[in-house]
Structure formats: structure tokens, C-alpha cells
């Protein structure tokens, strides 16, 4: 199998990723923060994940530099941001479009998304490209809406129609948890 796991973080899940396509599949691991790119790269070469491919990169609209944020609440996250005079880092920006056909990406089994929001460019970029992922499972952020009333957060209804428009059957959790409530999943048909 071939898995894209975009929004990497530290890899907890890029580990199991990894042990579920040995030894034939790849794990294709994108991290956009670099402090948290530098943990992932660690943790794949200490458990010598041969299967696993990293960028630190960002999944953006449009190739070219952008600027991350830090997140106040902790390292692991970060919201792309026109503000560069905020604590940050400047990343590559690259379409998925772009990325799967610099990689020669011929399908995808799992195309996993947690990117704070940005899941939005994914699909802006994605295309025709979209025939060739199996399943998905995308990390919807509109829980984090009402701490700032930030609309880029709202995602969930974008994804779900999305999937919907492009012949995936859609399924989401019923949890008392916002964050694993937002999650949507999707298979194609």
C-alpha cells in the first residue's frame, strides 16, 4: 500500500503506517514544521522505517515560500500565515497536484490529513488526482473555531462535500470529544 501522511507530526502514526505496508508499501511522511520535522526524521531513523519518504514541506495553494506560525499551545502545531513579523518559520509550500507528480505517485491507498485547517488547499490542488487515492481519513478543525472565530478553520462541510461530489461514501464519529468528532473518512466507491 502507499500512504500519504500529511501532517506527519511526530510520527506516532507514520510508525504504524510504516509496520502495515512492510515490506513492499511506502509511507510518504510531510511535516511542515521543522522543530517537529526534526522529531519525526529521529524517530524514523531510530527505527530504521526504510519504507518511510520525509519532506518538510507545507500542502499549500500555491508552490513557493510560506510562513508558518507557532502555536501558542504547544509545538506541535502551526497555521500558515501571511504575518511573517509573528514567531515562525518560513517553509516550502508545494500543491498536492504537484507533489504526487514529482514523486511519480501512481496510487494511494491511505491519504491521511491533520494540517490545522490547510486540508482545504489539499483539495483545492488535489484534482483529477483524487481517482487514484482508495481511502481517507481527514482531521476537520472547526472545533478550534470558536477560540478565535478564524473561518480558515471551518473545514468539515468542505470535506464532507468534497468527498460526496467526488464518489466517496463518508463517515464521521459521534464523540463527546470536538477534535475526534471532526475527523472525516471516506472510501471510494
Known amino acids: 500500500d ?24 511506502k509511507v510518504y511522511a510531510i511535516e511542515a514544521n521543522p522543530e517537529v520535522f526534526e522529531v519525526l526524521s529521529d524517530l524514523v531513523k531510530h527505527n530504521q522505517l526504510n519504507n518511510v519518504e520525509l519532506f518538510n514541506i507545507a500542502l499549500t495553494q500555491n508552490d513557493g515560500q510560506i ?11 502551526g497555521t500558515i500565515s501571511n504575518e511573517q513579523e509573528q514567531d515562525g518559520y518560513e517553509v516550502m509550500g508545494l500543491r498536492i497536484d504537484n507533489f504526487i507528480k514529482q514523486n511519480n505517485i501512481e496510487k494511494i491507498d491511505l491519504l491521511k490529513c491533520n494540517i490545522e485547517g490547510a486540508e482545504r488547499f489539499v483539495l483545492d490542488t488535489i484534482g483529477d488526482y483524487i481517482k487514484i487515492v482508495k ?55
Open 2 to 25: 502507499i500512504v500519504l501522511d500529511i501532517g506527519a507530526g511526530i510520527g506516532e502514526e507514520t510508525l504504524i503506517f510504516a509496520d502495515m505496508v512492510a515490506p513492499k508499501g
Open 67 to 77: 510562513f508558518l506560525l507557532k502555536e501558542e499551545a504547544g509545538f506541535l502545531g
Open 135 to 189: 481511502n481517507v481519513a481527514i482531521s476537520c478543525h472547526d472545533f478550534r473555531y470558536p477560540e478565535n472565530n478564524n473561518e480558515f478553520y471551518k473545514t468539515k462541510k468542505l470535506v464532507t462535500e468534497f468527498l460526496l461530489d467526488n464518489h466517496f461514501t463518508v463517515q464521521t464519529q459521534t464523540n463527546k470529544a470536538n477534535h475526534i468528532m471532526d475527523w472525516v473518512y471516506g472510501q471510494a466507491k
